[in-house]
């Protein structure tokens, strides 16, 4: 998928730094990143509260993390498993993501966690 995401990178005159990590130590700084975007791969990572504090550790004050799972069943049976909208937020909000939304319908759904702002 680097491969990929470089060959893309290329084509399109975007300069990208990619980085291969397990998620668990992600060798960037703190407060480096407004988003963070997990595409149909949240129920593939084993440490998932680990990951998720990662995640937040890099993460600018404000910032989401923004998770993208098959939430319910569909009609065709095929594709990731079902991962509920709940189980996504009580990981977040385990991980110390304050605010919690969940935009879009059915399948569509995107859960999001808020990293807390830092107080004055």
């Known amino acids: 998928m ?3 995401a470089e060959g893309y990178a290329r ?3 975007v300069n ?3 980085v291969e990590s397990d998620g ?3 060798p960037l700084p703190n407060d480096s ?3 963070v975007f997990l595409h149909l791969v949240y129920h ?3 440490d998932k509260k680990t990951v998720l504090e990662e995640f937040r550790r890099l993460l600018k004050p404000g910032g989401r ?3 993208r799972e098959k939430t319910e069943n569909t009609l065709l049976p095929i594709g990731p498993p079902i991962v509920p ?3 996504i937020q009580t990981g977040l909000h385990e991980a110390g993501f304050g605010e919690l939304h969940s935009v879009g319908k059915r399948r569509e759904r995107i859960v999001i966690g808020v990293k807390p702002s830092k107080l004055p």
């Open 11 to 13: 084509r399109s005159g």
């Open 2 to 4: 680097l491969k990929k």
């Open 44 to 46: 593939e990572i084993a």
């Open 85 to 87: 909208v709940e189980l």
């Open 33 to 35: 990143f407004d988003m």
């Open 24 to 26: 668990t130590r992600i």
């Open 65 to 67: 993390v923004a998770i």
């Open 16 to 18: 990208v730094q990619l």
